[in-house]
Structures are given as C-alpha cells and as structure tokens.
C-alpha cells in the first residue's frame, strides 16, 4: 500500500518548503489508521475565509512526508510550481476530451438513474394493484418532465483536472529524489528524529505552534483523546543548554492545559542526513518530560 | 571564609532550608556522590515530603517515599549550564537505577525556589 503524495511550492514560488498535499480521500483514510494525520485545507471558493468546513487537500507536515517515505508507505509526486499554468496548458491540449469524457459520464449516470426510476415506478404500480398495460404505458411514460427534474447530478470527490496534470507530469522515478531534496531544506535534522522516535512509540503528532511547541503528540486519534504533550524543538545534546526561564514558562502552561512538556535531543551528536544515503533511521534519543511540581 | 560559611551559601543548602522549614519536608538530607560538571560540582538532594507528591510513589501503607532533587542556579544574567547529557548522567551516576524522576530545584537570586518533575522519557502529565 503506497499513498501518493504531492509537493508543491518550493523555492521558485514562495522561496520556502516543498509543501506535502494529499488529494485522494482514500489515501486520507490509510493515512489516519497510520497515525499521521495532517490537517485539511481546502475551502470553499466562495467563503475562503472560513476555516471550521476544510475539505481535501490534506497537508502534511514535512516529518510526516519523510517518515511516511522512508517506511515505504507514500510515493512523492511534484506538481509543477505554477499550478494555475499547469491547468491552463492541460484545459488548451486536452480540454475537449475532458469535456467530452465528463459529458459521457453525465450521460451514462442520468441513464442509469432512468432505468432505476422507472423500474422503481413499475414496481410501486404493481403493489398499488394497476395491471392495465395501456394506463401503465401511460403513467409510465408520460411522467418524463417529472423525472427528468429528480436526477442527480454526482459531484466528483477528486479532480479529473489533477489526475491529468499527474500524468503530464514527471514519473515516479524521481520519487527518491524528491526525499532528498525535502530533506536538503529540512532545518534541524533531530527535529525528524524526535518525530520519528514519537511517531514508532504510538503517538499522533500535530504541528505544535498553539502551545508554543514544535509539535503536539496524542496518545491516539485526535478525535478520541486530548493531547498529551508539549514538545520543543530537538536540543543539542552535549552544546545546548536548557533555559531555565523557558522550562518554567512551559512547564507553567503545560501544567494549565493538562500537558507536560518533553524536551529530547538526538546523543549522536552530528550526524546528519547527509551523512547516509539511506536517509538515516536513528532511535538513539533521550527525552525528558516536565512539568510543574505543584509546590513553590 | 570558612567551610562553614561557603556551605551556607551554596544552592544545595539553600534548598535544604526551602525544603525543611518551608515545604515541612523531613529526612532532608545532601547527597554524598557527586559529579563534575562544567565549572560546578552537582550534588543532588533527598528527602521526603510531607504528602505524597502527584505521580509519586508509596510505601505499602500508602506514605510518601524519599524524592531526589538537582539543586540550580538561575540567576537573571548567567544560569547553570544543563544540557540533556548532563541530565543522562545524573540519573546514571548520581541516582539509584530505578528512579523515574529528580524534582528541579531552581534557585532565584530573588530568594525564591521553585520545583519542577523532571521524567526521564516520555511521561504522561499529571492527572
């Protein structure tokens, strides 16, 4: 089982982070029974301001991408920077047959829903005892405007447009490149190594930003438990001291909201991912959790 | 200055103090093992609380058991130099092996202390 995931953006267009975006429903549902759970973002074109009703894409956070990559669990897609350009030039090449396959499908889902409708009419006539074939012919088929007017029209739940912009783009193949070069932008390697070390524990992990930490970890699906844990960004092991002023103000919070606050670092100091190919796996963490005594 | 007076004015005795005659702690005590750390000699401190402390262990009648605490500066220009190598090593070296958690002891230059649970790993908060 591999999810697709997409990367957008990148240094030519926002001069930031690939951003990880995935569209398909079903891979969403694989992706939360794994515990990575990304956040939707999608809004409606007409109220882009609201942010309570997100649909897809889901977007990950860049340590859930990699993780879920180095597991063997996701592929890496790129859509091309200038999405906008990407679906002008595939409406210009294949805008016709989009139509015309959209059209046919339209066609072959009002006939199905017909026959249905007028077997279901059938039927009901049966039950209410009506034999006579010519008032049937008549009900039956005079009944069209009627029916007409109750057909569903299907609204799709992925894109037809971005199905194609995939196939007009580059092929799996560079999917290993991809890791690499998200890892190249990546800040502070250990960060992924917290994440990782979490994450194989059996905790979910959200951006942690709400809480002044790096992420927040649940001890299952956010839905079902509050979250446990404030964690701050990955220390040095031997170079970074812990700022004591920072410790109490944590502590303190943690402590108001029911969290404790973990602080972790990697003890194999300087060894980053450039280091190995094969995008290193590293479990050799220690982490410290605090929180306020309850006294002094 | 006599040995007396540099003990007087070491964080570990002003702990000591906070502990004994403020938080009613008893069996309050300076650890004998220490570790050279940096320009500072850690020693650590134990003693019992009066209550049993939130997450912390009990005898089998339901009394509170002894707490190990790091003593600390923090001093509103320069503080102690703890990094989570120095905390890997005071559990190694300066607990007994099975000790799940030191209570931080920070010592203001202000004259208050406050305590901070210190869990070695990944630990539920409190209830």
Same mark, same amino acid.
């Given at each position: 089982? !591999? ?6 953006? +990148? ?21 939360? /029974?794994?515990?990575?759970?990304? %956040? ?8 882009? @301001? @609201? ?17 879920? #990559? ?5 592929? *890496? ?12 030039? $595939? ?89 690499? $070069?998200?890892?190249?932008?990546? +800040? ?22 709400? =809480?002044? +930490?790096? =992420? $927040? ?8 438990? #509050? ?8 220390? #040095? ?6 700022? *004591? ?28 991912? !450039? ?9 050799? %963490? ?11 | ?10 964080? /570990? ?7 004994? #005659? ?27 609380? @009066? !209550? ?23 001093? @509103? ?43 070695? +790993? ?6």
């Amino acid at each position: 089982m !591999t999810v697709t995931i997409n990367l957008i953006g +990148g240094s030519e267009c926002y001069n930031s982070l690939l951003t990880p975006l995935v569209f398909n429903i079903d891979d969403i549902k694989k992706l939360r /029974e794994l515990g990575i759970c990304g %956040i939707l973002s999608g809004t409606l074109p007409t109220a882009s @301001q @609201q942010n309570i009703f997100l649909t897809v894409p889901l977007k990950l956070m860049v340590e859930e991408a990699i993780w879920l #990559h180095i597991k063997g669990l996701a592929k *890496f897609k790129v859509l091309r920077c200038n999405l906008l350009d990407s679906i002008n030039e $595939i409406l210009e090449k294949d805008g016709e047959q989009i139509e015309k396959t959209a059209k046919l499908r339209l066609k072959k889902s009002f006939d199905l829903q017909r026959e249905y409708k007028k077997e279901q009419h059938l039927l009901k006539l049966e039950r209410l005892g009506i034999t006579d074939s010519e008032r049937i012919e008549k009900n039956v088929n005079g009944n069209d405007k009627l029916l007409e007017a109750a057909l569903f029209i299907e609204t799709p739940t992925t894109s037809n447009l971005l199905n194609n912009i995939h196939l007009s783009s580059v092929g799996w193949g560079i999917s290993d490149k991809l890791l690499k $070069i998200l890892i190249s932008q990546y +800040g502070n390697w250990d960060n992924y190594l917290l994440f990782q070390a979490l994450r194989d524990k059996g905790y979910v992990l959200a951006p942690g930003g709400r =809480f002044g +930490g790096k =992420f $927040i970890a649940y001890p299952g699906d956010p839905l079902r438990y #509050h979250s446990h844990m404030i964690i701050r960004d990955a220390l #040095h092991y031997r170079e970074q001291p812990i700022d *004591f002023l920072e410790l109490a103000a944590n502590a303190r919070l943690g402590t108001g909201v029911k969290k404790i606050w973990v602080i972790g670092s990697s003890t194999e100091t300087d060894k980053g991912p !450039t280091n190995n190919d094969k995008a290193i796996v590293d479990d050799n %963490i220690s982490f410290y959790s605090i929180e306020w005594a309850g006294f002094g | 200055m006599s040995t007396r007076d540099n003990e007087e004015k070491s964080i /570990e005795y002003a702990v000591r103090t906070n502990l004994v #005659h403020f938080q009613n702690w008893s069996d309050v005590r300076i650890c004998d093992d220490q570790l050279q750390w940096r320009e500072r000699t850690i020693k650590l401190l134990s003693g019992v609380p @009066q !209550t049993p402390l939130a997450n912390g262990n009990t005898d089998p009648d339901g009394n509170p058991v002894k707490e190990y605490l790091l003593p600390v500066n923090l001093a @509103q220009y320069k503080s102690d130099f703890i990094s989570i190598e120095c905390l890997d090593l005071i559990f190694d070296k300066l607990c007994e092996p099975d000790t799940k958690r030191i209570i931080l002891s920070i010592v203001n230059d202000d004259g208050t202390i406050v305590f901070y649970f210190v869990y070695k +790993g990944v630990h539920k908060p409190k209830k």
